[in-house]
């Protein structure tokens, strides 16, 4: 089972962007669908994006549309999340999530924390 690790949050003003970055420590290429998940303050962990292996097809939550781009370098095993007009509502504990299409059980970072002021 792969480990993975977030990067690249921070507080930005509302408008402005961010890239996170998701490192995993083995190959994600042919067999991992990537996704970035956000937990706001006092609310639930949610789905913002994912992208599956070989194809390359990407799912947004509705809110993230058109702002965020999920991206992977397989090369590389790693996942970027590009967000850009940011709003004060995607502040939030930024998690890297990574699951092989063989099983259920997920690899989870430790977070980032994006904070975005108004």
């Known amino acids: 089972q792969i480990q993975v690790a977030e990067s690249g949050g921070g507080l930005v003003q509302a408008g402005g962007s961010l890239r996170l970055t998701c490192q995993a420590s083995g190959r994600i290429g042919e067999n991992y669908i990537m996704g970035w998940y956000r937990q706001p303050p006092g609310k639930e962990r949610e789905l913002v994006a994912f992208?599956?292996?070989?194809?390359?097809?990407?799912r947004y939550v509705d809110s993230v549309k058109g702002r965020f781009d999920i991206a992977r370098d397989d090369a590389k095993n790693t996942v970027y999340l590009q967000m850009t007009d940011l709003r004060p509502e995607d502040t939030g504990v930024y998690f890297c999530?990574?699951?092989?299409?063989?099983?259920?059980?997920?690899?989870w970072g430790k977070g980032t924390q994006v904070t975005v002021s108004s």
């Open positions: 992208i599956t292996p070989q194809t390359n097809n990407r």
């Open positions: 999530n990574g699951r092989p299409l063989w099983s259920r059980v997920d690899s």
